[in-house]
Antibody
Framework: EVQLLESGADLVHPGGSLRLSCAAS????????MTWVRQAPGQGLEWVSL????????YYADSVKGRFTISRDNSKNTLYLQMNSLRVEDTAVYYC????????????WGQGTLVTVSS | AIQMTQSPSSLSASVGDRVTISCRAS??????LGWYQQKPGKAPKLLIY???SLQSGVPSRFSGSGSGTDFTLTISSLQPEDFATYYC?????????FGQGTKVEIK
């Protein structure tokens, strides 16, 4: 069974930094692209970032480009999201998610973790 | 970025009704589209990928159609557990983009 467990969420001030982690199990982590999706309170889903299976290819939403960095450690089956220069509008539940092999889309999700940016 | 526009934003329906939700892309995306269901406080669930392929374990009352710019999610006979918010997601081009969501409520 695929399991994705996010950690690292906290209350942070505007301009601050935070690193989220996602521990993966139940599948061969190194063969799947992984992604982060977020959802602001009461709002819709927003795709944030994706990293290829080997870690060489990364992609970002325009809203986070230059501030967030996605990375992975395949030896530890762990996905990361380094978030810098945080803004109030980055407040959201952040989901770690696994790409459906070979066809894009997302077939497995973590439970989500709430990041709050507030002064 | 490709804009995904869903309609309607919300709808009210009864158990047993046929429900259709539309998603329009701002440019052609072939069939690189998926549909998700999300219930309050829960992570989304993949229903349809590649516009019309049913994800494993998803009931056959869910179906998807379309290609290019216009897509449809159909629920053939709405069940009580289907009341939720539905989103489309294009994976044709980075950045991937979601539609704004369609909330399906009980009539």
């Amino acid at each position: 069974e695929v399991q994705l467990l996010e950690s690292g969420a906290d209350l942070v001030h505007p301009g601050g930094s935070l690193r989220l982690s996602c521990a993966a199990s139940g599948f061969t982590f190194s063969t799947y692209a992984m992604t982060w999706v977020r959802q602001a309170p009461g709002q819709g889903l927003e795709w944030v970032s994706l990293i290829g299976s080997g870690g060489d290819n990364t992609y970002y939403a325009d809203s986070v480009k230059g501030r967030f960095t996605i990375s992975r450690d395949n030896s530890k089956n762990t996905l990361y999201l380094q978030m810098n220069s945080l803004r109030v509008e980055d407040t959201a539940v952040y989901y770690c998610a696994k790409e459906r092999y070979g066809s894009g889309q997302i077939d497995s999700w973590g439970q989500g973790t709430l990041v709050t940016v507030s002064s | 970025a490709i804009q995904m526009t869903q309609s309607p934003s919300s709808l009210s329906a009864s158990v047993g009704d046929r429900v259709t939700i539309s998603c329009r892309a701002s440019q052609g995306i072939r069939n690189d589209l998926g549909w998700y269901q999300q219930k309050p406080g829960k992570a989304p669930k993949l229903l349809i990928y590649a516009a019309s392929s049913l994800q494993s374990g998803v009931p056959s009352r869910f179906s998807g159609s379309g290609s290019g710019t216009d897509f449809t999610l159909t629920i053939s006979s709405l069940q009580p557990e289907d009341f939720a918010t539905y989103y489309c997601l294009q994976d044709y081009k980075y950045p991937w983009t979601f539609g704004q969501g369609t909330k399906v409520e009980i009539k």
